[in-house]
């Protein structure tokens, strides 16, 4: 069956780019077999048009398929640097957050400080109004007594008086 050097026609027609010389003609088929009808002729040019179109469909749907893809990347990188802006977003709140959970653990560190100062203190001043409470109780006792002294030194002057006057008024007489 005779057939054509399609890589070499295809080559001719639509250049590659990867620089390969064309291929040389092929030197195991007999001169006459070159030589065709001019039915096989067109019918080679006719496949090797058809094979063109389609290597162009190909290369066209490659094409739309490769910007899809750019469309896609671009999509997605703007899509990751969203996504890379909102995790360097949380990450700033999150420190931030843990500064002010930092600060608030050392203002709650100082505030229960001071409690634990004012308990003390408040001790303290609590013992000293029950010393006070019981000097002022002391006092108060005293005081009673002392009322009560002067009640009996007060009673024992009445009843004494009275009678020192008239002793006193008897020799006079």
Not at 34 to 54: H, K, T
Not at 123 to 143: D, F, G, I, N, T
Not at 150 to 163: C, G, H, K, N
Request: net charge negative; no cysteine.
């Amino acid at each position: 069956m005779d057939s054509l050097d399609l890589d070499q026609v295809m080559d001719e027609i639509i250049p590659r780019g990867d620089n390969r010389p064309p291929a040389p003609p092929a030197a195991s088929f007999p001169a006459r077999q070159r030589l065709r009808p001019p039915d096989d002729a067109m019918a080679a040019l006719d496949l090797v048009s058809q094979a063109a179109a389609a290597i162009k469909e190909l290369e066209k749907q490659s094409a739309q398929a490769v910007a899809r893809a750019h469309t896609t990347a671009n999509a997605v990188r703007e899509k990751l640097e969203r996504a890379e802006e909102r995790g360097d977003h949380a990450e700033a709140a999150l420190r931030k957050s843990e500064a002010e959970a930092a600060e608030l653990s050392a203002a709650l560190v100082q505030t229960r400080n001071d409690i634990e100062t004012l308990q003390s203190l408040l001790a303290a001043r609590q013992a000293e109004l029950a010393a006070m409470e019981q000097r002022a109780m002391v006092a108060e006792q005293r005081a009673a007594e002392s009322d009560a002294a002067m009640q009996r030194i007060v009673d024992a002057i009445r009843t004494q008086l009275p009678v020192k006057v008239a002793e006193q008024a008897k020799p006079a007489a």
